[in-house]
Structure formats: structure tokens, C-alpha cells
């Protein structure tokens, strides 16, 4: 009968492990395939010494009830984090100052100095910046683009293409009641099914609501994309009470070959897919007889994180990004604002936070060092990991991508395949799990990022090569 339950669970551990080493072959992860590969094999040679060798039938005995430890140890339940459950309110220490939109990188680059008199009026203000955004003026946010790739001309054409659609649709971002229509009053909990599933159904893959914090509202208007100058510096005071705030998985084939130019054109299709989506949204509330506010890449009035965070659609990481379920940090953001009423979402916990106080790993590979190592700090009344986004933007145009290391290294950003469905379930519940899986990870994926191969159709100069680099 004993060597029987040896024989059922060193079985049962097999086929997971040949489970894993399966994922890890497909997912192209060289250590972690030779770890479950190692694994595996380990328990293969159990199986004869369970069944012919008693001399050493202790082995399997120590192995087994040291696996039977650990699996209890996993059943010890994490305390709730009270912060992430308050949301964006959790993270708060002080007063908090609206972030002002003339203040981004994307906003200052597009500044040029033949836009007077706002161009004078803000580095009359801001002396200290002029140089170093005149020098990243002149050579563009992503520099040349795909540079690490040498221009590679297929790849830059789908960033190009992609990026073409929120241009177009940008100018159809802000929508008031459709002239003759009807305000349709709706149930809210029947308008929050209903626009929860409407998003889902025209592509997105995470649909969200919270109400609209003001702290998470710019200030004044500063990126300015169609030549309306007169609206730059204006104070954004008059916004829709609700957001419908959606999320788009980027496809980890691409976001894997960080920081060469397929991740670049992920992200240019994603936002392509957000233009469409929050558009869409934004109209349908229009013609609902409500207002219906498009947040996209060519219309932002407020920083779509946060709101994310209230609308229940995952945590911030150290590295500054949404990490959601399922996706973890490969995602893109967007929303509608609309003053239909309807019910918001609840914050959520999933044990990113205390995950990432122990990995470190987006910090330990970011060739810019823009991402903090040590523990949070206190930025404009708001307890966070802050990025160092001028040295960020610095990488990003000499490579001529938008880098995606530390989105593609993060561990919760591997394909939601079973083994990393089942490590997500325990980080948000498992107290050990938490302070362990980091060091975990590390010792079976590695600590520092490779870029993946591609598919052949997304192969670029030296695609093959790409592996053996090291950040």
C-alpha cells in the first residue's frame, strides 16, 4: 500500500512536470525548459527505485513528504492587502497635486519652437528643460525608428500602419448627445452589463468601471495633435463622472522579442485597437443621449492607470505599468468617460505588490536603470516605485523602439498557460507563496532578460541571433 501512494503521487508529479517542460518548450524558455526537463527526469528515476531498490526507498519517501510540506505551506493565506483593496486611495500619504499634461515628455517633444507664443511661455517657466527637450525634439522620441533592427522596412511599415488609426480617429474623440436622440435612463446594474459586455464583444479583453477620481484628471490640456493651439494650457475642469476603462492583451510572441522592433509594432496595433475601441464606446454613449469621451493616444484627459486600478483591472508594479490577471504587465489602457450612471467596480488583490518588493527583476535588467531598485517613495503625496522617465525616454530613442524589457521580463506577464494560472492563483492567496515564488522564478527562468525568436513571418536582421543577448 505505501509503495503504492509513492507510485500515485511521484505519477501524478510527472505529468505535471511534463506539463511544464511542454510550456516551457513552447514558450521558448531555454533555462526554465532544462529545469523541467531536469525535473522530470529526476522523477522518472524515482519510479524504479519506488518499485525494485527498498534500500533506497527513503528518497522517495524524503522527496514526498517534503512536497507534501511545501503544498500545505501554500494553504498558510495571505492577509489582504488593505492597500491595493482601497484602490489608487490606498496609495495615498498626502496631498496630491494634478498632474499637468504640458509636463509630459510626449507633450514637451511636440513644443517646437515655431509654436510661440507657447513654446516661450512654457520654458519661461520650466528653463531648466528647454536643452534636453530640444535635444530630444531633434532626434524624435524613438529616435530613428527601429534602429536596433536597422530600420527594418516591414516592421516599421505595421508601427507606421497601426499608428495611422488613432490619428484618424482622434478627431472623434469627444462625443455629446447625438442631436434628436433620446437620453435613454437605464437601470444602472442593466447599463453596467450592457456596456461591460458591448466592450467585450467589439474586442476588448478586460472591460472595467469606476468613477472618474478628479486627482486622476490632468490639469490643463497639453498635447495638442491637430493644430488646435488655442486649446493648449486650458484647465481641464468639466469631465463625465464614470469611466469605462478597457483593457487589450499584447500578443507575447511580439512582446517577447523586447527591445527589438516587433514589440514596437504590438504596441502601435494595441493602440490602434484602443483608438477603435474607446471610440466606439464613446459614441454609442452619444447616441444613448449621454456624453461619451474617448481616452486614447490622441485624446488623453486623464492618466488611464489609476483609473484602471479603481476599476478593478489589476495592480502597479514596480516598473510603473498595470499588471492585470491573466496578462500581467502586457497590456494597453483605455477608456470612455460618460455620465450615464452606472456602478463601479471594486479594487482588487492579487499579491502584486508584495511580489514585487522581492523580485526586482524589471529593475535588474532595465538598460537605462530608470526603474527604482530600493523601496517606495513618497512623489506627490502618492507612495510608489517612481520611473526616471527622462532616462526611460533617453533608451528608447537610441534604439528606436519603445524597449518593453521590463514589461517582458515581469513573471506575471507569461502566457496564461496552465502552470502560470496556477502560480497566479497562489500569489493571490497564499502568503508563502508570495515571499517565495520571487526567489523562485529567478532560479528557473534566470534573473536577467534574453529576447525570445520570433515567429518567421516577424523575423528581422538577426533575428535568430537575438537570444544570445543579454541586458
Not at 519506488?50 to 524524503?62: K, N, Q, T, V
Not at 487589450?248 to 502601435?268: G, I, K, L, Q, R
Not at 508563502?432 to 534566470?446: H, K, S
Amino acid at each position: 500500500m505505501h509503495n503504492l501512494v509513492l507510485l500515485l503521487f511521484n505519477l501524478g508529479v510527472l505529468v505535471l512536470s511534463a506539463l511544464f517542460l511542454r510550456e516551457c518548450f513552447r514558450e521558448n524558455e531555454q533555462r526554465a525548459t532544462k529545469v523541467a526537463a531536469a525535473i522530470l527526469i529526476f522523477f522518472v528515476v524515482l519510479v524504479p527505485v519506488i518499485l525494485w531498490s527498498p534500500p533506497l526507498r527513503f528518497i522517495p519517501d524524503i522527496v514526498v513528504g517534503l512536497l507534501i510540506c511545501l503544498a500545505l505551506s501554500l494553504l498558510i493565506p495571505a492577509r489582504a492587502n488593505r492597500e491595493a483593496l482601497a484602490g489608487t486611495a490606498g496609495h495615498l500619504t498626502g496631498e496630491v497635486k494634478r498632474f499637468d499634461e504640458r509636463d509630459a515628455v510626449f507633450a514637451r517633444v511636440r513644443l517646437s519652437p515655431d509654436k510661440e507664443p507657447y513654446y516661450r511661455n512654457y520654458y519661461a517657466e520650466h528653463p531648466d528643460q528647454e536643452e534636453a527637450d530640444a535635444q530630444r525634439r531633434a532626434k524624435g522620441l524613438l529616435g530613428k525608428l527601429g534602429s536596433i533592427d536597422n530600420s527594418y522596412q516591414p516592421l516599421n511599415a505595421m508601427i507606421h500602419a497601426a499608428f495611422d488609426i488613432p490619428d484618424i480617429l482622434g478627431r472623434s474623440a469627444k462625443s455629446s448627445p447625438v442631436e434628436g436622440e433620446e437620453r435613454k435612463r437605464m437601470d444602472p446594474v442593466q447599463a453596467t452589463e450592457l456596456v461591460k459586455q458591448f466592450g467585450l464583444h467589439i474586442g476588448a479583453d478586460m472591460v472595467g468601471i469606476c468613477k472618474v477620481n478628479p486627482l486622476w484628471v490632468y490639469s490643463h490640456r497639453g498635447e495638442i495633435h491637430y493644430g488646435n493651439y488655442n486649446e493648449w494650457g486650458e484647465p481641464l475642469d468639466d469631465f463625465p463622472a464614470y469611466a469605462v476603462v478597457l483593457l487589450t492583451e499584447m500578443n507575447w510572441d511580439h512582446v517577447s522579442a523586447a527591445p527589438h522592433s516587433p514589440s514596437v509594432a504590438e504596441s502601435a496595433n494595441d493602440y490602434a485597437k484602443g483608438a477603435y475601441l474607446s471610440t466606439v464606446m464613446g459614441r454609442w454613449f452619444a447616441h444613448m443621449g449621454y456624453r461619451g469621451i474617448a481616452q486614447n493616444t490622441r485624446n488623453y484627459d486623464t492618466v488611464l492607470v489609476p483609473l484602471a486600478v479603481d476599476a478593478g483591472l489589476g495592480e502597479v508594479g514596480r516598473q510603473g505599468y498595470l499588471i492585470a490577471p491573466r496578462f500581467g504587465a502586457r497590456v494597453r489602457v483605455f477608456a470612455a468617460l460618460t455620465d450615464m450612471e452606472l456602478v463601479p467596480d471594486k479594487p482588487v488583490s492579487l499579491g502584486i505588490d508584495e511580489f514585487c518588493q522581492r523580485c526586482k527583476k524589471c529593475s535588474d535588467t532595465c538598460p537605462s536603470r530608470s526603474i527604482p531598485v530600493g523601496e517606495k517613495t513618497i512623489t506627490n503625496g502618492i507612495r510608489r516605485w517612481k520611473l526616471d522617465e527622462d532616462s526611460c525616454f533617453e533608451y528608447w530613442s537610441k534604439i528606436g523602439t519603445d524597449c518593453s524589457i521590463c514589461m517582458a521580463v515581469c513573471p506575471f506577464s507569461r502566457p496564461d498557460t496552465f502552470s502560470h494560472k496556477l502560480v497566479r492563483t497562489m500569489l493571490e492567496r497564499s502568503l508563502v507563496a508570495r515571499r517565495w515564488f520571487p526567489a523562485v522564478d529567478n532560479l528557473i527562468y534566470g534573473k536577467r532578460w534574453r529576447p525570445k525568436q520570433v515567429p518567421s513571418w516577424l523575423e528581422y536582421p538577426k533575428a535568430k541571433e537575438s537570444g544570445k543577448e543579454t541586458y
